[in-house]
C-alpha cells in the first residue's frame, strides 16, 4: 500500500507516554490547553523530542493534543483520588 503524501505520523507508545507526560507537567505548572497547544507548535517547529515532526509529515492537529490533554487530566485526577485515611498514615 502507498503512503500518502502529507500522511500524519502515529507515534509509538513510548513517544505517546512521552507526549503525554510532557502535558502533564506543563498541565501542573497551571498551562490551559491552548498554553498547551503553543508549546506543542514550539517545540515541533525547534524539531525537539518528542514532538518532533518527521519531514513530510505533517504537525500534530489540535485535536490530538487535546487528546494528550484529556489523558493528562486523567492522571492527574487518578493521582488525587487515595482517600484520607491513607494519606493521614503515610504522613
Known sequence: MKAKKNERTK???AQTR???NEILRIRL???EAWDCC???S???QAGEEPFQVPE???PLSERQIRR???AADVLI???CRTSRKKLLRRH
Open 11 to 13: 507515534g509509538t507508545r
Open 18 to 20: 512521552a507526549r503525554i
Open 29 to 31: 505548572d497551571g498551562a
Open 38 to 40: 503553543q508549546y506543542v
Open 42 to 44: 514550539e517545540k515541533e
Open 56 to 58: 513530510g509529515k505533517k
Open 68 to 70: 494528550y490533554i484529556a
Open 77 to 79: 485526577a487518578e493521582s
